[in-house]
């Protein structure tokens, strides 16, 4: 067991992606993004992950980690891959039915120890500026917003290519972590 994994609330492990893990990530993502309704950000939920190939085509290419219950069910995962010389957190999600235990700061523990692991000097994403379980709780982990005029190309890119195209950038933020 790694350090990052020690950290996972007691009843939980995590292990890579298998392509039967699909739909439940599917069921995962739209069931927490109900979770932003109440953040101002209806469309989030009414906007979901529309089906398995959808999924599929969106982790292509990437690392993903599914951390499973005490039954082995799937509670909730994280997608990150490299992006120019960072590894860039993609996507972080948690059923809301397991939320508030620990399991998101274990998914971006392990997150972090891959990236070192791999040679990365940072670890990058970007997320919604005012929505607690968002910027606030990446805060919390040690990463910090980096204005966009600072950061590179291809995180500028990146940025903008994340954002939804009913959400004003200006209520995003793009956040790096030294590792």
């Not at 067991?1 to 890579?16: D, F, I, K, Q």
């Not at 993004?33 to 599929?56: H, K, Q, S, T």
């Not at 990146?158 to 793009?174: G, H, M, W």
Request: glycine share 8%; proline share 6%.
């Amino acid at each position: 067991m790694t350090r990052a994994e020690s950290r996972l609330p007691a009843g939980y492990r995590v292990r890579a992606y298998r392509d039967d893990d699909a739909a439940a990530l599917v069921r995962i993502e739209n069931h927490a993004a109900e979770l932003f309704r109440a953040y101002g950000f209806p469309e989030m939920a009414d906007n979901p992950i529309p089906d398995v190939p959808f999924f599929e085509n969106y982790i292509a290419g990437q690392t993903v980690w599914v951390a499973l219950d005490a039954e082995d069910v799937p509670a909730g995962f994280t997608v990150a891959g490299a992006l120019a010389d960072w590894l860039h957190l993609k996507e972080l999600s948690v059923d809301p039915d397991h939320g508030r235990k620990g399991l998101g700061a274990a998914l971006v523990g392990i997150v972090l120890a891959e990236g070192r692991a791999r040679g990365f000097g940072e670890v990058s994403l970007t997320t919604f500026r005012d929505v607690p379980f968002n910027r606030p709780f990446y805060e919390s982990l040690g990463f910090a917003v980096l204005p966009l005029e600072q950061a590179s190309e291809a995180l500028r890119l990146c940025f903008y290519s994340e954002v939804n195209s009913t959400v004003d950038p200006a209520r995003r933020c793009l956040m790096t972590r030294r590792i």
